[in-house]
Every structure is written in C-alpha cells, then in structure tokens.
C-alpha cells in the first residue's frame, strides 16, 4: 500500500466543486489572469496566487513596517507583518468554517496591506497631501502586484486587496474576498489593544463596558467572538456580515481606540515626526528625481507617481535612514 496519495489541480478543483459551498469560489471557474498562463501541476490558481504573495519582496518589507507603535521597545509589538499574519489566520477560519474557498481569502489577507507606506496611517496622511483626493495603501497594494512586483495574480485576488478597507465603497464580488475586511479590523483591534496593554498607554478598566459584555477580556476572548459572531451572521444572511450588536460593539471600540491609542495626544509629537520625514522624502525626490532608483521608474507614470511608488515602499528604518542620510548634516 502507497504510502502517500498524489494530490494534483486536478483534484484539487474536483474536491472543491463536491466539498465547497454554493457561494464559494471556485477555482476551476476564475475570471483568469490579466496574461494568461499555463495551468500548474499541483497547485490551484489561488494556491499559486497565495505562493507568489507570500515569496514577493514587497511582502517581505512588512516586517519592519509600522502597525501601531514606531519603533517600539520589546519584541511583542505587532508589524505590520505579524498583523497580516493574524488577518491570514482569521479569514482563513472564517472560510473554512463557511466552507468558502480558503487558498483564496488567504491570497487576498496576505496581500491586503504591501502598499502600506512606511510609519502607518501615519505615512499615508502625509502621501496624501501630494495627491488629489486620498491616496489609499489598498491601490497602492494593487499597483504594486501589477507594475512594481508585476505577478499577474487573479482578478479575484486583486478584487479583494482594493476592496479591503471599509472606506471603500465598493464591494468585493466574491464571499472570500469580503471576509478580508471583518478579518482586518478583529485582528488590528484586537492585538493593538494588547499592544497598548502592554506599552502602559491603557488600563483594561478602561475599555468601554459594552465591548467588555460583547466580547469578554481583552486578548484571545476577543477574537474568538467576533470571529464567531462573523461565522454565525454570514450562514443566517447568506452573504459575510457581523450580528449587529457585536458589530455596533466593535465600532465602539474601534472609536475608543482612536481617541485613546491611534490618535493620543502623547503620541502626537511621533506623529509629526514620521509624518514630516516622508513629506521631505517626497519633496526631495520631486526635486531630484533622478535619484529616485531605477526599478521605480516606469513609463506610464509621471514624476510624482515613481516618487510616491519609491517612498511607499520604504520600511520605517530605510525611511529614517534616508532622511537622515539627505538632512542631518554631518561633521565628518
């Protein structure tokens, strides 16, 4: 007897139509690539999307990237990285338990924020200032995927990273790429609470007492709740949705972690500070554009869009260091 059993595409989508939802995904049947490609062997077209995400560079520069706290002492502090992670583990629960397409929520958790600019919300305010309208880290995400780090993923995945944040308007099509959103907010609430448990910044007597009710200790009880709130809602109403009092809930606490943590007058001179390092970044390269490096370069944008494509990739240590490297002056 075989030891192992051969798992091909083949029967990987052969399982997904016999196992999967009605409203799942399906491999077999996506709307397919901007450059079309041979099938692969082994894999699925969102399992090689997922692939390709997870090996890409601009994945990788989320570790030193900002989630809530710049440079922050002690190595428990969420990444931008770590915090992706979670999001991946939270939509991916939330696929399997409604039997939806997990290699595909996973695709689009994991490549939701690459287009994040160094120092957070933070560094996307100030990049705003040089754009009309606001310039959001999701199509930065996206363009990224398509021109920077061109890896011709599924419309589905790319669908799913522009939809992600609330703010936007516009709804993913497919149930998996929907789910990144709720995943999004329980993991960054959630742990960025820990993380202002663990900085001082917060006592947990002060969380509001309706969040408290709603979803138990801060930490672990946290998540399950709302991921248990997300899972029993969407089977109800067919579509991915939060029982309403845990969602009015979480507004709640995302508005208390706004005042009290993301927006705290303490941290407000930090927030200058990062903020005024990629307005001059932005503003030097503008005025030398040809030191801008050549892989940011491309011939369907203008200078402003290389300039902001260069220092939106930056990490939060890359950006300080240029900024050091252009407006400290040196003695020696």
Known sequence: MKAFRLRTRDTAEALELEQLAHGATLSSRSRGRAVPEEQDQWRTVFERDRDRILHSKAFRRLKHKTQVFMNPEGDHFVTRMTHTLQVTQIG????????????????????????HSPFGHTGEDALSEFVDGEWRHSDQS???????????????????IRTHPWKVTEQATTHEGSIVRFSDRIAYLAHDALDA????????SEFPEGVLQAFGSPGREWVQAMVQSVID??????????EPHMLEAMHALRDFMFTNVYLRPSAETQRRRAQQIVRDL?????????????SYRHDDADDLTQVIDYVAGMTDRYAIRAHDELFRPTLF
């Open 282 to 294: 932005v503003t030097y390269y503008l005025e030398h554009p040809d030191a801008v490096p050549e």
């Open 233 to 242: 809602e969407s089977y109800r109403q067919n579509e991915i949705a939060m």
């Open 92 to 115: 991916g629960a939330i696929a399997r338990a409604l039997s939806l397409n997990v290699a595909l929520a996973d695709a689009v958790c994991l490549g939701h924020d690459v287009g």
């Open 142 to 160: 996206v363009r990224i995927f398509e021109i920077l780090e061109p890896l011709n993923l599924t419309s589905e995945v790319l669908e799913g």
């Open 197 to 204: 448990l663990r900085a001082g910044i917060l006592d947990p």
